[in-house]
Every structure is written in structure tokens, then in C-alpha cells.
């Protein structure tokens, strides 16, 4: 289902000084059964070891800058024998106190779906459970006045629908078509979502989409950052924005260079260990959206 608003199409930025951050809550899971221990996507090996070490001390350093950026961060237990259960951002979608539950595609990681929807139940928001296989903010990206959602691997056609019922959001369907790109979270970063003085503003790789999608994407952003294939490739995209500071990988350089260009404070901060599971900054990070 597509749903053009183009009330929330980027404009140009006349004034840098209205890039202004805001205060956000988060949701994430230590990364303490964190392993690549089964390959769902092209960028899990199971030959590849991780150093667990490092990838807990990469994690905190995520948290503990959230934290200096004045966000606040709530903790969900992990389950044991769920290795992937740090990639918070699949475990639904939140907005305005309701939430849609998610419904995993992989067998490997069903378990999630139960987990996050018993902590967002018991932390007072409304849950949908869902009829179908979505992987929450992994392919649902909230804006102030729509959803960009993702289809293709990972969360169905009809999924969309029922997000839009479940949030009464309007829904702007993407196709994506590159498996490397398997998640929209990592195909598109929402720099601004629009709720506060400046337009909403995107980044996104336009080889991760199919044609007619690529076009929807120009349509309603004809001023959005191009992500170079390189950048796409670390995750660059894999990113978390207040509004002014957004968070991204290390290693994506021009990404970071052409958000100062556009008024933002890019963040760097390495996590390399989950790139070994296809997972980045926004992966292991669930917004509780307003």
C-alpha cells in the first residue's frame, strides 16, 4: 500500500541554526548471547567468530552516547539462545503509546516477537499483535506524518496494512531488491522526521530499491541525501538522528561529510562486531516515537 503526503516532502534548509535536537527515548538489549551463530542474510557467516569482548564494549559506548546526548535509554533482558535479540529495532514499532508487535520471517528468532511485546505491554503501551511477518523498525521507519515501510525479504505487503490500522499512520510502501539490503533501516537513515521545525529529511540508497520505488523516494524527498554505494556497505544508513546529532557508523566518511554540509553533527561510533550480523547503530535501537 502507498500513501503519498507530500507534507512531509524535504525541502531545502535555508537556516542551519533550526537543526535543533530533541530529547528521545530508546529501547535497547544487552549484546550478552550476542554470536553469529546461524546465516539469514548475506552478511552472517557462522565461520567468522566474534570477539565478544569488543562487541559489548562497542555496544555500551552506543548506549553511554545516547545518554551524553541527554536521550533516555531503557534496558529489555535478553532471552538466551537468541543471538540477535540486541538488534532492538525489530522488535516492533512504536508511536504515540500504541505499538505494533513484530512476527519474525526466520524460525531463528521468533522467539523475539513475545519478548518485546511482553515489555512494551508491561511498560504501558498499547500492543497489536501482528497477523503478519514484519520485522518492526527494521523495515518501518516513523515520520510525523507517515511510515515509510519496507518489503520485499524480510516483512510482507500485507503487514503494511495492518501497521497503518494498528498506528493510524498512512503508509508509504517500498520496494527493496538488493538482498544486501534486507532491512529498509538499512537502505534509508530518517535524519528529521518532521515533528519539529525543519521539514522531514532523509538519506537513502536508491540501488537498494526497485525502480518504481526509487521514484516514490525522489517524489516526496527531492532534496534527500544520496548515499554512495560505498557508504551503504558499512551500514551507513544503519544510523539514529535527534534531529541535529545523528549516530552512524565509523567508517561511512562521506555520509558524515555531507550531513555537516546539511547542518547536522554527524556522531562516529564503531560497531563493527554486529556488522558480522548484518546490524548497526539503528539495529540494536528500538525509538519510542511520540
Not at 566474534?50 to 562497542?58: N, T
Not at 528468532?109 to 511485546?117: D, I, K, L, Q, T
Not at 557508523?249 to 556488522?275: C, K, M, N, Q, W
Request: proline share 7%; hydrophobic share 40%; with cysteine.
Amino acid at each position: 500500500m502507498t500513501v503519498l503526503d507530500t507534507r512531509s516532502a524535504a525541502a531545502p534548509l535555508p537556516v542551519e541554526a533550526i537543526r535543533a535536537p530533541r530529547p528521545r527515548h530508546y529501547l535497547m538489549c544487552t549484546p550478552s548471547h550476542f554470536e553469529v551463530a546461524y546465516a539469514i542474510n548475506p552478511w552472517m557467516d557462522v565461520t567468522v567468530p566474534v570477539d565478544v569482548d569488543r562487541a559489548r564494549l562497542q555496544w555500551e559506548v552506543l548506549r553511554t552516547t545516547y545518554l551524553s546526548l541527554g536521550h533516555r535509554v531503557d534496558l529489555i533482558d535478553p532471552l538466551s539462545g537468541q543471538p540477535d535479540m540486541v538488534f532492538a529495532a525489530n522488535g516492533g514499532l512504536v508511536i504515540g503509546g500504541r505499538a505494533y508487535g513484530a512476527k519474525f520471517r526466520h524460525p531463528e528468532r521468533a522467539a523475539e516477537g513475545g519478548a518485546y511485546a511482553a515489555w512494551l505491554t508491561a511498560n504501558g503501551y498499547r500492543v497489536t499483535e501482528p497477523g503478519r511477518t514484519n520485522e518492526g523498525e527494521g523495515d518501518f521507519l516513523a515520520l510525523g506524518s507517515m511510515i515509510l515501510a519496507g518489503t520485499g525479504f524480510r516483512t510482507s505487503l500485507a503487514a503494511h496494512i495492518e501497521a497503518a490500522d494498528a498506528l493510524d499512520r498512512p503508509v508509504v510502501s517500498l520496494e527493496l531488491v538488493d538482498p544486501r539490503f534486507y532491512h529498509l533501516d538499512v537502505a534509508i537513515a530518517i535524519l528529521d522526521d518532521g515533528n519539529g521545525q525543519a521539514p522531514a529529511d532523509i538519506a537513502y540508497f536508491p540501488g537498494a530499491f526497485s525502480r518504481h520505488s526509487q521514484r516514490t523516494l525522489r517524489d516526496l524527498f527531492p532534496d534527500a541525501i544520496i548515499c554512495s554505494e560505498a557508504d551503504a556497505l558499512v551500514l551507513g544508513l544503519n544510523a539514529v538522528s535527534d534531529g541535529h546529532h545523528v549516530v552512524l557508523p565509523t567508517a561511512a566518511t562521506e555520509l558524515a561529510a555531507s550531513l555537516r554540509d546539511r547542518g547536522y553533527t554527524p556522531v562516529p561510533v564503531d560497531l563493527g562486531e554486529f556488522i558480522k550480523s548484518g546490524g548497526s547503530v539503528k539495529c540494536c535501537t528500538m525509538e519510542m516515537h511520540r
